[in-house]
């Protein structure tokens, strides 16, 4: 038999008066291992992140963490979990060193053992040299490592993470995602949201994607863009007016085309042939692109392109 799975979840249900935010979900997130939830806002992601962390209790179904039922067993549970909230919420008017003492009382860790686990923490995401710095001199990247050492704390059994790399850099999410893959290979569950389909694809081994409550699909990034998307898409960014009728004409040779405010899409199982085609009309040979389908290219076609708020 295998290993048990970190989160069962069968007929889960959680309604806020007549708003029902999650409609009877069912999914299992392996332990050891990356299990991600994408959608736009509203979609009910936030929602069931909160009710795996115990922090809001079902209305209906089963949800089991870490081979417990969460009803009756949510201090159990807290006390095996690290939690890493979208907003940054450390003491910014004490040191990176006291925000990791202060935090440690929480969860009992005896004196004796509090500093090494703490040194150990701040070396492994690359902040020793900043043991004695207030919140206010930390950049935003810096910031958010310290959030998830802090996470780190207790020696969790499984680690979740709200939108973990929000407002970084590309250097700083970079580190990030270098430290989470450290995490995952060590053994710790984690379990995210993230509204980068780039940092889904690179961390996440499963993933779902939720809209209006509810599980679109389920699965490996790679399979999710092969069952999913095309291939191919072929991008003409900003056309001319006189090349938009002979655009149009094209549309019915690919497999579906989108008309965006600034460019085309064509996306296509012939990537080549299609690009041949548009190549032949009076482009400008810079906004034109070839490239793979994407788990973008998935989540917009499943949620649609319309702004939620």
Not at 153 to 174: C, F, K, S, V, Y
């Amino acid at each position: 038999m295998g290993e048990q799975p970190a989160v069962v979840a069968h007929g889960l249900t959680k309604r806020f008066g007549d708003f029902e935010a999650v409609s009877g979900i069912d999914f299992e997130a392996a332990a050891r291992a990356c299990y991600g939830f994408l959608g736009p806002n509203g979609a009910g992601k936030t929602t069931t992140m909160r009710m795996i962390a115990c922090a809001f209790p079902p209305t209906g179904g089963q949800l089991d963490v870490l081979g417990l039922p969460v009803v009756g067993n949510a201090r159990k549970i807290k006390q095996r979990l690290g939690i890493v909230p979208q907003e940054d919420n450390l003491d910014e008017q004490i040191t990176v060193l006291e925000n990791l003492v202060v935090y440690a009382r929480y969860f009992g860790i005896k004196a004796a053992t509090v500093m090494p686990r703490i040194d150990e923490l701040l070396d492994f995401m690359q902040l020793q040299e900043k043991r004695e710095r207030k919140i206010t001199e930390l950049s935003g990247g810096m910031k958010r490592r310290l959030m998830i050492a802090r996470g780190l704390l207790n020696e969790p059994e499984m680690l979740i993470l709200d939108e973990p790399t929000t407002g970084l850099d590309p250097q700083a999410r970079h580190l990030v995602w270098e430290k989470l893959r450290t995490l995952r290979r060590q053994g710790v569950t984690l379990i995210l949201t993230t509204h980068y389909m780039e940092e889904a694809a690179q961390l996440c081994d499963r993933l779902v994607i939720m809209h209006e409550g509810k599980i679109l699909v389920e699965g490996r990034p790679r399979d999710l863009v092969a069952a999913h998307a095309s291939k191919q898409v072929v991008e003409i960014f900003d056309p001319p007016f006189e090349v938009e009728k002979d655009l149009e004409s094209l549309s019915h040779l690919a497999d579906r085309a989108e008309r965006l405010a600034d460019r085309w899409l064509f996306h296509t199982d012939d990537g080549d042939a299609m690009l041949a085609k548009v190549r032949a009309l009076p482009l400008d040979p810079g906004s034109v692109w070839l490239r793979g389908g994407t788990l973008e290219d998935v989540f917009l076609s499943l949620t649609g392109r319309r702004l939620v708020e």
